[in-house]
């Protein structure tokens, strides 16, 4: 039963959000806490819910909301101009080799497995190079998602270490074996 309501609930946000009926803020507050009278919770439940959840991703938000600020006033200060004339001049502005550059950058930085990290770290340092080139911000996401995703599937990559938490007392090695 929660089960059904919990895909009801993120199909519901997701095709309220994509025909633009109500605006994300709306839509990630008012539907879950409606879901979850639906499924029997009682108000002080919810809110036990919500703070919890609160506690779990203030940090991650913190980091993103500082370092947006952060590599956004390195940008326009132009810490990343030398980056980008460099990169232009080894690549000749061709954007099969910039999206080749964009998957080896990436590769090296996810070899720590933190996702947060490599997304942190590629996208404000690429971003500049594909305006200057005039390429798609998406194709830089979507080859920084991609690869980021292919390296999640080494052993020291980002899910394997979460697995023992998510399923109780499992070795990690289980992930592989």
């Known amino acids: 039963m929660i ?30 806490v409606a879901i979850c009278l639906l499924a029997g919770f009682s108000p002080v439940e919810i809110g036990t819910f919500i703070k919890n959840g609160l506690i779990t991703v ?3 938000a913190a ?6 600020l952060y590599f956004g006033i390195m940008r326009d200060r132009g810490l990343f ?14 954007p099969l080799l910039i999206a080749l550059v ?12 933190v996702g947060a990290a490599t997304f942190l ?19 830089l996401l979507m080859l920084v998602g991609t690869t980021a995703g ?3 599937m080494v052993p020291w990559g980002e899910p394997l270490p979460a697995q023992p938490l998510l ?5 990690p090695n289980c992930g592989w074996g």
């Open 150 to 152: 292919v390296g999640n």
């Open 81 to 94: 101009d030398p980056l980008v004339n460099l990169l232009i001049r080894c690549t000749g502005g061709k």
């Open 63 to 68: 980091l993103f909301l500082f370092a947006i």
């Open 58 to 60: 203030a940090p991650t």
């Open 3 to 32: 089960t059904a309501l919990g895909f009801t609930m993120m199909l519901s946000i997701i095709v309220l959000i994509l025909l633009r009926r109500i605006s994300p803020v709306v839509a990630f507050t008012t539907i879950p």
């Open 167 to 171: 399923l109780g007392s499992m070795p």
């Open 121 to 139: 770290l590629t996208i404000p340092a690429l971003l500049p190079l594909y305006k200057r080139v005039n390429m798609s911000p998406t194709m």
């Open 102 to 113: 964009t998957v080896v950058v990436t590769a090296v930085v996810h070899l720590d497995g």
